[in-house]
């Protein structure tokens, strides 16, 4: 069974950066597509950014020229580097394939907030 873990989250101020990992263990994870998604109390999982095995990259239009999303195969983990982050970003970041096809991991919280 594959196994998502996140982590690298925090409380941070607004402007303030922060860099999220998630390593996945029990797949031939450089064959899928990997995204970063988050959850906010009362609304559903948003897919922020996704990259795929060939390194094609996709940002919803909220986090364009803030996030970046990188992979290193060879330690089956995805990053996500955050900067310019506002209070509205504040939520439960997780990661998954793009489309979801494991079950998920316990997500990282990001608060932002002075």
């Known amino acids: 069974q594959v196994q998502l873990v996140e982590s690298g989250g925090g409380l941070v101020q607004p402007g303030g950066s922060l860099r999220l990992s998630c390593v996945a263990s029990g797949s031939r994870f450089s064959i899928n597509a990997m995204g970063w998604y988050r959850q906010t109390p009362g609304k559903g999982r948003e897919l922020v950014a996704s990259i795929t095995s060939l390194g094609s990259i996709r940002y919803a239009d909220s986090v364009k020229g803030r996030f970046a999303i990188s992979r290193d195969n060879a330690k089956n983990t995805v990053y996500l580097q955050m900067i310019s982050l506002k209070p509205e970003d504040t939520a439960v970041y997780y990661c998954?394939?793009?489309?979801?096809?494991?079950?998920w991991g316990q997500g990282t919280q990001v608060t932002v907030s002075s």
């Open positions: 998954n394939t793009s489309p979801v096809a494991f079950y």
